[in-house]
């Protein structure tokens, strides 16, 4: 059943992810980091099925890590990613090569290693002290700005990576913060937690995260943008879940050794796929202009890179 669970929720989050890419990557030109592409979006039937599909996806993850443990159902759960690559292909009919594979399954078996071998366990503090909350937000919201700022520097495909690792970062915030939320509506009901700070916390938190994703699904395909934040979510619920809420994480040499080379593994995999050339068949008829142009889908490839094969 756990199995089962977990690899449905799987299918079902690339899905809807790569439903969701396949729209964003049409939002108008200049709406990469603009609040008018989330309006765009919600106005959008097909992007709203995407989110859907994946929302039943995040729902059957949450009642297999209900029946199993983390280290257990993390692992199956992300291998969305690959689901996502496949359906996006197929959709988008530009053919994947071996070096986006080879990329896009190093952060998969990088980040199921990591999460085997360091057997994350939750803690005993569903309610921390505020200021610790108000640290944790604050470093994940400066890391983020950070890579935000550094993002508008960077090539099309290397921004999209950067902000779909910022993403993930806030959606793994998003995912402790849920779960302080749940602790607090099983212990005082729905009142309790109506009138506490985390659900507006989440809103706040998942709208900005989502807008980050979007706008990398805009950038770039999703062998581009999807894989870091498939990696930064766990990474970063797992550090929070570690440093605020009381939980563990395996540090015994042979496991912390295990650790350090699957981050690795999932670094090298992130560069591999955010250095990909799929992104200009991606973005066929497109042109490389200066920065606040550079959405704009009126002109050609860009210059020295492959000719289109679809999109």
Known sequence: MIYALATGAAALTGIGTAIQQRVAAR?????????????????????????????????????????????????????GLLFAMSVAAMWSRYRIGPREWLGALAVVVGLAAFLVAGRPRTGPLPNPPLWQWGLAAGTIGLITWGLVHVARTLRRQQEAAMLGLGAGMLFGLQAALTSTAAHRLFGGGPLAVLLSWTPYAIVAVAAVGMLLAQSAYKLAPLTVSYPAATAAEPIAGVAIGVGILGGALRIEPLAVAVEIVALAMMTTGVWVLGTSRLVEAHHEHRIHLPHHHRDDPTGPAAPGGPPGRGG
Do not use: F, I, K
């Not at 709203?48 to 890590?65: H, P, R």
């Open 27 to 79: 939002a108008p030109a200049g709406a990469t980091l603009h609040w008018r592409l989330l309006g765009y979006l919600l106005r959008q039937r097909l992007w709203l099925c995407g989110l859907a599909v994946a929302v039943v996806g995040n729902l059957l993850t949450g009642a297999a890590l209900g029946l199993g443990s983390v280290a257990l159902v993390e692992p199956l759960t992300v291998s």
